[in-house]
């Protein structure tokens, strides 16, 4: 009988400790959304050789070892496209998250954390995510066992196009049988034409406001800090980011797997892509990391029931 091929080892990212970690499993999805962060220009993200299942779990377990990985978010692409690889890796972290667009049910994974992504009211966000979308994420989420130990929350990433539609989606989701409702704002590269970003962060500040304002209203329902949403604003955010990201507590301290070329992780600039525009940071998960430190709780689990750790982690803004 020959000897199995030995299965590829990890890149070497160094001898850093990283808490926290995301990795990309697919660059494959079933949507297509304007504001995906996954598919831009500089993203390491175009489709590359893809790992297998048993090189990836390999590879996952390795670097959890080396680097002291104790929190894990599954992304892509769409996950549950690998749902079989995903469910193994997910028992080899203490915590693990997936972010998912919703279109292929809703994993059950007691004592973790999913993430479903939904853009706004259903007219707004199948304008982003597709025709029907809303609606088939909304039976997904009302099939499943809502007693079943999974954490599920909805996440909205909001763009200068979709805000307008924040009140109404809350309005639309407060009485689903979910665990709470988390809020992203989009992160633009440098020089960005998108038209999706605000022109500036004094303007943003509006939407901010807004949605402390649906804090008030639904305060068991969304599970944003008002104290995190606060420091995103105009007047502050930029302590918490740098110019180029140098203080910045997600570049410290998580460890972000994108599939590079040979079919090998590479580790890009920020979770978000290698030409991101720091002074116009809009991912919530920055600003709570600082919030949660500035609090003595630098090590608190990034995934609660009652939203008192970061509910709403590192995820993508858009369809996984």
Known sequence: MSNPVPLAEPTNFGEGQYPYALVNVTNVCNLDC???FVF??????????KMNDATMLHQLETLRDKHGIRSM???GGEPMIRKDMVLKAIKLFPES?????G?????????HLVT???????????LIRGKGVFAKVKEAVFARDASDGTTVILQMAVTRENSPGLEKFLEQVAEWPIDGVAFSFYVPVKNDETGLGWKDLKERDKVLERVIALKKKYPHVIK??????????????IEWTGEHGEKCILRRDTLPLYMGD???????????????DCTRCGAYAVFNRAYLASQGRGNAPRYGRDGSADAAPIVKDTAE
């Open 40 to 49: 831009r220009a500089d993203n390491p993200q175009s489709p590359r050789n």
């Open 224 to 237: 944003s800090h008002t104290a995190t949403l606060e420091m995103m604003k105009s007047d502050r955010a």
């Open 116 to 126: 479903v992504s939904l853009d706004g009211p259903a007219d707004l966000n199948d």
């Open 103 to 111: 279109t292929y049910g809703i994993p059950s994974i007691p004592g």
């Open 34 to 36: 304007r504001h995906c």
């Open 97 to 101: 998250a997936v972010v998912t667009n």
């Open 73 to 75: 978010l599954f992304m």
């Open 262 to 276: 040979g079919g090998q992780f590479e580790k890009p600039f920020c979770c978000y892509g290698n030409d991101v």
